[in-house]
């Protein structure tokens, strides 16, 4: 009977899990569907052609007018209808261009022999926080002034702007898709076949098979016969006389001897990088020698000796012995980029603490030093400007991945059990919250009517935030969340207000920010509700993720 009893339970266990995973695989339908909804809507506005002379004439006060288009470019004229230059936009080739969450559109103005004299911003779907830092930097923007506008497809290394190198980085690309480099949506992004690599195995039949990021095995009949190493991949992007080279590097099948060394491409001058080419082919220097001999070298130059291209050669060395500097890096650590580790091991032992509930008090506190800390080193949160802005445009995976496994975490784990582990553990603001709330022994809670009104602020603020991006308005969705301060500093009043006031409530009021203001917190609590039951709340968000259909398809 015991027995019986226990097998009935059992399943009696099981069923609820069920239940709850198939209600929590609804729920995050629900949302896939609203992101679907946002990413099909239509993007209104277009370029405002008085709103760009404005921005034009703000730097060159002679230009009063702009005239026709010519060869994709609108003529500047002056107040006595006299031609001073052009400008040109950067879309529609940079509209595939990602930054951070979103492309941006740049203006480039030129005078009458065609060079630069001023470039600036028309419009971007990135972070508010990261666009004003780039549009802080006067060294940015300089980089172009004085080119020529054949000299603007070359992608050379541009200036990036430090803690928004995604977005300066994208809006660069954007600059040199406009004026002719293909594949600035990464820059090199063919991908690796086997014939870059099979001349270093003979006879053979290879395959490549991806090992990490740039890092790939080469197969031949079942087995491992080399691995190569690829400096795009890797992020490895030493500069040449006039830009970056994509390099692969060759080892045999214990990675501990060096094959030969390859250039795949390059952005830097054709005579130069074609000389390294040529050197490659027929005296490389690298060839048979261990890896340990490379690294250890101190006077590096003697593996590629090319007469006048020395500046691109040296590039080529950097790549190749930080390349491998890197893999045995990567090796001794299991692998993975240790900064990389840090952020997936923080995220999976807040997931286990969350779910487990244990630590008392203490281990409670402990953990959310190791949350701020976190949050200061890295400045990932979970917030909904990203997940609209990877809504609407996509995502570079690679560049993003371990922002992407918090954001994972935090919407799969609380729909499928129930326990909203990122909000009670993992979230550098909600842990800050935690922390200043240490500092006083007693506490207060909102009750009766204040707390039935203020704890609707949250939804209201939700929905407003996906009114605005289904509709397109441009408006800074980061500005309605403290979240981008931790990666940006305190580049706007508005999160910077947000972000004092929470902290400042928190040590009265138990999370007050995170119960009464958070609307990423309100998304994942519509994830949590009532596990492995439909509510009101469901039929609900169906209801308005079906209006946002309509507008798509009828607004």
């Known amino acids: 009977m015991s027995c019986a009893r226990k097998s009935g339970s059992e399943v009696g266990v099981w069923r609820g899990r069920i239940r709850r995973w198939r209600v929590g695989l609804f729920r995050l339908g629900v949302l896939v569907a609203a992101m679907w909804a946002v990413r099909a809507a239509p993007v209104g506005g277009g370029r405002d052609a008085g709103g760009l002379l404005e921005k034009v004439s703000a730097v060159w006060p002679e230009v009063r007018a702009m005239g026709g288009e010519r060869e994709g470019m609108f003529e500047l004229l002056g107040e006595d209808g006299a031609g001073l230059g052009w400008v040109a936009t950067t879309f529609p080739e940079a509209e595939g261009i990602q930054g951070y969450v979103g492309p941006s559109e740049l203006w480039v103005a030129f005078d009458l022999d065609r060079r630069v004299r001023h470039v600036g911003l028309v419009a971007s779907e990135d972070t508010a926080g990261h666009l004003r830092m780039v549009e802080g930097d006067a060294g940015f923007w300089r980089q172009w002034v004085g080119r020529g506008e054949m000299a603007l497809g070359i992608s050379d290394g541009p200036v990036v702007v430090s803690g928004a190198t995604l977005t300066s980085e994208a809006m660069a690309r954007g600059v040199a898709a406009r004026f002719g480099a293909e594949g600035m949506e990464s820059w090199f992004s063919a991908r690796l076949g086997v014939g870059a690599v099979a001349r270093w195995f003979p006879g053979m039949e290879v395959a490549l098979e991806e090992e990490g990021r740039g890092i790939y095995q080469v197969m031949s009949g079942g087995r ?46 054709q005579p130069y990088w074609g000389d390294v080419v040529e050197e490659l082919k027929y005296a490389d220097g690298f060839a048979g020698k261990r890896v340990e001999e490379i690294l250890a070298e101190e006077d590096a130059s003697g593996f590629l000796l090319v007469s006048g291209a020395s500046m691109t050669a040296g590039a080529v060395i950097e790549s190749v012995r930080e390349m491998l500097r890197r893999d045995r890096m990567a090796e001794a650590e299991g692998g993975v980029d240790w900064e990389v580790g840090v952020a997936l091991a923080w995220v999976a032992a807040g997931c286990l603490f969350g779910l487990r509930g244990k630590g008392g008090k203490r281990g409670r506190w402990g953990f959310a030093v190791v949350s701020v800390a976190a949050g200061l080193w890295f400045g990932w949160m979970v917030g909904q400007d990203q997940v609209l802005g990877w809504a609407r445009h996509g995502m570079d995976w690679s560049a993003v991945f371990p922002l992407l496994a918090m954001t994972g975490v935090a919407l799969v784990v609380p729909a499928m059990t129930g326990k909203n582990v990122y909000c009670s553990r993992i979230c550098p603001h909600g842990a800050a919250q935690v922390l200043a709330g240490s500092f006083m022994k007693r506490r207060f809670a909102l009750r009766g009517r204040w707390h039935r009104v203020m704890e609707r602020v949250p939804w209201a603020s939700l929905l407003a935030i996906w009114a605005l991006a289904l509709l397109g308005s441009g408006l800074p969705l980061s500005d309605a969340e403290p979240f981008e301060v931790w990666s940006v500093g305190f580049q706007a009043w508005l999160p910077v207000a947000i972000l004092t006031v929470g902290l400042v409530a928190a040590v009265f009021l138990p999370q007050g920010y995170c119960h009464y203001g958070c609307p990423t917190g309100a998304l994942l609590k519509f994830l949590t509700h009532s596990p492995g039951r439909l509510t009101r709340r469901d039929f609900v968000a169906v209801g308005l993720v079906v209006l946002a259909w309509g507008f798509v398809f009828f607004g």
């Open 224 to 269: 491992r016969v080399g691995r190569v190493l690829r400096s795009s991949g890797m992020g490895v992007s030493a500069r040449g006389f006039q830009g970056v080279s994509d390099v692969v590097v060759v080892m045999d099948a214990d990675g501990e001897v060096v094959s030969g060394v390859g250039l795949l491409d390059s952005r830097d001058n």
